[in-house]
Structure formats: C-alpha cells, structure tokens
C-alpha cells in the first residue's frame, strides 16, 4: 500500500543537514533559491530513507528512472553530495548517458543497422556491457582499490578519452544508476506496428528501427534492471511540458560551452530528437507508477508535490 508523503505532514529533516550543504548544492547546479524547499521537503527525507537501505545490502544500488529533463542528475548529485561523508564506503553516480557507443561505433550501427542509430539515447545505442562491467567491478572493490568510469562529452557528442574518465576508490556503499530508460519495460510487439509520430512515420517506415531498440530493452537492459535494488520514478504532468524542460538543459548547456555548440539543439533539432524517445517515454508514464518504489510526482514547474513510498 503506498504512503503518501507531503510537506505538511513531515518531520523537519532539515536539521539534519548544514544551510551551507544546502546553498552550495544550489549554487553548484545554479537552481533558483526557493529550491532549499524542495529539497527540505523531498530529497532529505529520500537520503534518510536509503541511509536505513544501505545496511541491508552492499553496495546497495538504487536506480532513478524519468523521462528527459525530469530531474534526475540533480537528484542523483544532491543524494551522493549529502549522504557521502558520512558513510564508511563512497557513493558512485551511474548515468545511462555516459555509456553510449563511440561516435564511430553508432556510424556503424546506422550503417549496417538502421541510420537512426546515429542518434545517441534509444535503447541499442548504450554499451551495457560496459556499464554492467563496471557495476561488478564497483560491487566488489576492496579498500584503496581503484576502477576508471566512462564519461560522455554530449557538446562533443561523443565517449572522453580515457585520461577524462572518473576514478571510483573501493570501498562502495551506494551506486545510483540514473536514466531515462533505466528499468525500463519493453513494449508489446503488437503495439510497435503503427508509427507514432513524423519520425516513425517518414524514417523508420517498416519498423525495423524501433523494434531494435524494443528487442534491446527486452535483453541486455533487463540484465541492468535486475541488478537494482530499488527504483525510485520522477513522474511528469504530461508528454508535452518535457520539451520545454529539455529546452532549458539545451539552453544550459549552451552556456556551459560557449566554444562549443556544435552538437546542442535548438527547437526544430530538439523536436526530431525527442522523437526518438516518445514511444518509451509514453509507455513508462503509463508502466512506471506502477512498478518503482518511490514516485516523485511533478507539477508543471518541474517542483514534486507529493512523493509516494511503498
């Protein structure tokens, strides 16, 4: 049975963490200041509840699912940030997104595959193995030994070298493993027939496309899910207030990389690229309340207004 959790009927978890945490936290990711309410509200009470999870087992690995620009990063950071020195072991973020294929491998893929594979984010263009690889690497890391994270350069639109990866030092307490297809339940055969919006229709015209990516999510993705302890969903109003959303990570980024804007979108770009991931992104909106452990419902302001715990 789920129990709702509201801000009205919380403890003041607050207290549990410095003002300084807090503003820091805000100001790293450059988050309006009403944000410390969100937090105070949401995300602290989240941390209290997986520190009691920790123990249970480790690393304990907790998965955070949401569709484009719900969130999710910001969540994960916030999580390790706050949760990380005071535990004996480290905690490690995992996003989906930096274990795409190399900008060659997915050139390869549209070549011998299907030429929509070029476009980084579906199901088929990750190397799971890799992130599998590494899950189990990090689950068994003893005390000053060390293991290289992948990371992924998305102005450049491709994998970093691996001099730029990220170091993870054993032992590990907690690995978040964050993305919009993690967990993700593969849609009926039957329900791929019919396209669903331009893309689908003008590229992709005998489905040979998106039932790759479908059979991706039924194999190798379920391997991931399987390895997740508890899943936690961050759950939009709507399909439509993502791309506004999106847009101002887009608009972000751009700021971040004013040398570099070879790669970021604009909204006709951004458009075309959303379309990739609508079929899933509908399918989770529909599946995900269901399934995750903990749901994070948002309001149009991308704020939660009410978290779910079952």
């Not at 207030?241 to 887009?250: G, H, P, S, T, V």
Request: aromatic residues 10%.
């Amino acid at each position: 049975m789920d129990k709702k959790i509201k801000a009205q009927n919380q403890s003041d978890y607050s207290q549990l963490f410095s003002k300084e945490l807090i503003n820091c936290f805000i100001k790293k990711h450059r988050l309006p200041k009403n944000f410390s309410n969100l937090i105070s509200q949401y995300y602290i009470p989240l941390v209290v509840w997986l520190r009691k999870k920790i123990n249970s087992s480790s690393p304990y690995i907790f998965g955070i699912n949401g569709p484009i620009g719900t969130g999710k990063s910001t969540l994960a950071d916030f999580i390790k940030s706050s949760m990380a020195p005071d535990l004996v072991g480290d905690v490690i973020v995992l996003s989906i997104d930096d274990f795409y294929f190399t900008k060659k491998e997915r050139l390869l893929l549209s070549k011998t595959t299907h030429p929509l594979l070029i476009t980084r984010g579906v199901p088929g263009t990750h190397d799971i193995n890799l992130l599998l690889n590494c899950v189990d690497q990090l689950k068994n890391l003893k005390l000053g030994e060390k293991v290289l994270l992948p990371q992924f350069n998305k102005v450049q639109d491709d994998r970093e070298p691996r001099v730029k990866w990220q170091q993870a030092i054993g032992p590990i307490d907690l690995i978040i493993i964050e993305g919009w297809c993690v967990a993700s339940e593969p849609i009926q055969s039957n329900l791929l027939i019919e396209p669903i919006n331009h893309l689908e229709k003008s590229m992709d015209t005998d489905g040979k496309w998106r039932n790759y990516v479908n059979w991706h999510l039924t194999n190798n993705y379920q391997n991931l899910s399987n390895l997740i302890n508890s899943l936690l969903f961050l759950n939009p109003p709507n399909m439509e207030i993502l791309k506004i959303w999106r847009a101002k990570q887009e608009s972000k980024l751009m700021n971040e990389n004013k040398q570099n804007k070879t790669n970021l979108m604009h909204e006709k770009h951004l458009t075309f690229f959303m379309q990739h991931f609508e079929r899933w992104t509908k399918e989770n909106l529909l599946t995900m309340p269901n399934k995750a452990d903990i749901i994070f419902n948002l309001n149009e302001k991308h704020y939660c207004f009410e978290a779910l715990y079952k």
